[in-house]
């Protein structure tokens, strides 16, 4: 059987093909071998080359904020120098305070190491209800969701972790990796996509990238599926599904960002560029 997207409505393009809720491939034209009648659904993303301004709203917890800079004044959120990423930064314990959902498109929380050992706010986790009610983007930074407790008990922040497809319920929980000290500076991408290519083409499959000294910590996927990218300690293979650097579930998303005083490599600036285009393309089509 061959099966091939030729037609797309202007403004999109071709995405990926699912069998069910699983990632199956993203070739245009994919052909494969049927045993049983089987079902593919093709899905499509906005084309993100048309996009000419995202609005972010970086919640920082009073340290690590600067996604603004990274974004902005390094460029990795702009495009042939215009400045598409526009983050507004508000310090954790302002949240929400008079921001509206209406005025951004995607929100992240972080990034430094425990999240500062702070959680987020009852009147942050109702702006956040209505946020997620809505299906907008949002990224979760390190130590943000964790079930692990090493950071205090990040309870409303692990109220979201379902949506992006994540299992923090198990208290305590730690890692083997963790446990035996391991970090990484490393990771390599699981799967190309659309994510991988625009702004910054960041490679394919396989592909080792460098970032400061991370972890994850207190957290199960799910649906591994959705792991963009795992680090690469061979310590971490026996157990994928508590390995990831960056998980997506639809338009949510958590990153291991943050762990080392709020640093970023370049790589993780175009990682962090590319997964807010990625985030806000696929809300744009729900």
């Known amino acids: 059987v061959v099966v091939n997207v030729e037609t797309i409505n202007k403004g999109f393009v071709f995405s990926d093909w699912y069998r069910?809720?699983?990632?199956?491939n993203n070739q245009r034209k994919y052909q494969l071998k049927v045993p049983n009648e089987i079902t593919l659904t093709a899905k499509f993303a906005q084309d993100v080359t048309a996009i000419e301004k995202i609005?972010?709203?970086?919640?920082?917890?009073?340290?690590?904020?600067?996604?603004?800079?990274?974004?902005?004044?390094?460029?990795?959120?702009?495009v042939n120098n215009k400045p598409i990423i526009q983050v507004t930064s508000v310090s954790i314990g302002s949240f929400p305070g008079s921001h509206s959902i209406d005025n951004y498109d995607?929100?992240?929380?972080?990034?430094w190491d425990c999240n500062s050992s702070t959680d987020m706010s009852n009147a942050g986790a109702n702006w956040m209800d209505k946020w997620v009610a809505a299906k907008k983007p949002v990224i979760f930074g390190h130590d943000t969701l964790e079930g692990?407790?090493?950071?205090?008990?990040h309870n409303n922040f692990n109220r979201y972790s379902s949506y992006v497809g994540l299992d923090t319920s198990s208290y305590p929980r730690r890692t083997e990796w963790e446990s035996t000290g391991n970090t990484s500076s490393s990771v390599k991408i699981t799967k190309d996509s659309t994510f991988t290519k625009y702004p910054w083409?960041?490679?394919?499959?396989?592909?080792?990238?460098?970032?400061?000294?991370?972890?994850?910590?207190?957290?199960k996927v799910i649906n591994t599926d959705n792991i963009f990218l795992t680090f690469t300690s061979q310590s971490r293979a026996s157990t994928k599904a508590d390995?990831?650097?960056?998980?997506?579930?639809?338009?949510?998303?958590?990153?291991?960002?943050?762990?080392?005083?709020?640093?970023?490599?370049?790589?993780?600036?175009k990682i962090l560029a590319n997964l807010i285009f990625y985030l806000y393309s696929q809300y744009v089509i729900h």
């Open 20 to 24: 069910g809720s699983s990632f199956e």
């Open 55 to 78: 609005r972010v709203l970086n919640v920082y917890p009073y340290s690590g904020s600067n996604l603004k800079t990274w974004m902005e004044t390094n460029g990795y959120g702009k």
């Open 106 to 111: 995607v929100v992240v929380f972080g990034f």
């Open 148 to 153: 692990a407790l090493i950071c205090g008990y």
């Open 201 to 219: 083409n960041i490679g394919d499959a396989g592909k080792i990238l460098y970032i400061p000294t991370s972890h994850d910590l207190g957290q």
């Open 243 to 269: 390995n990831f650097y960056l998980v997506v579930n639809g338009t949510g998303a958590m990153i291991q960002t943050g762990h080392s005083s709020g640093a970023a490599t370049v790589d993780e600036q």
